[in-house]
């Protein structure tokens, strides 16, 4: 399932959106990820995923790294802090797992990640604020929900057809409210 999950995260890495600027914009996938597999094997197969697209794109190998951080580790990182404090303060229900844990989860974490990416193009690249706030920003708050949308559907369609595939999806839970 794992191999298969980094074949699925590589072509949603593939899908990509470009400006004239050289912004170029991609679902991350991350959030959806952790909640399928769990943290570390999340982790690790992110690795994998930046190793494949930086080797086959035109991309800098010494920037692999960086972006492993940003929209692998931060990302995965959010969206289990997102589902521990839903644990921890929300009822046991199918639905707060699904609305809370997989469609605000991958929300915020995508926008947390933007984020991070703006601030280190400005911060780390140089690049000026005005265009990197101005003109780059405000397409995270679109590409937020649209990342929030396909991880909660997934989300849903795995833990009603295949919960076993959904790490971090507890029946006793979820289901019987234990």
Do not use: C
Not at 10 to 15: C, G, V
Not at 78 to 88: D, F, H, K, T
Not at 111 to 121: Q, S
């Amino acid at each position: 399932m794992l191999a298969k999950s980094i074949v699925a995260l590589t072509l949603l890495w593939y899908l990509r959106a470009s400006l004239a600027d050289g912004f170029a914009f991609h679902l991350l996938g991350a959030a959806g990820f952790a909640l399928m597999s769990g943290g570390p094997l999340a982790l690790v197969g992110g690795a994998v995923v930046v190793a494949l697209t930086t080797l086959t794109r035109d991309v800098p190998v010494v920037n692999a790294a960086l972006v492993w951080l940003i929209e692998i580790a931060l990302p995965v990182g959010v969206a289990l802090a997102v589902l521990a404090i839903g644990e921890r303060r929300m009822p046991p229900n199918f639905f707060v797992y699904i609305f809370v844990a997989a469609f605000f989860g991958a929300g915020l974490a995508f926008g947390v990640a933007g984020i991070t990416g703006a601030a280190v193009l400005v911060g780390g690249a140089g690049m000026p604020a005005d265009i990197v706030f101005g003109d780059y920003a405000p397409y995270l708050i679109y590409l937020a929900f649209a990342e929030a949308t396909l991880t909660g559907m997934v989300l849903t369609l795995a833990v009603v057809y295949r919960p076993q595939w959904v790490a971090t999806f507890d029946d006793r839970r979820y289901l019987q409210g234990r």
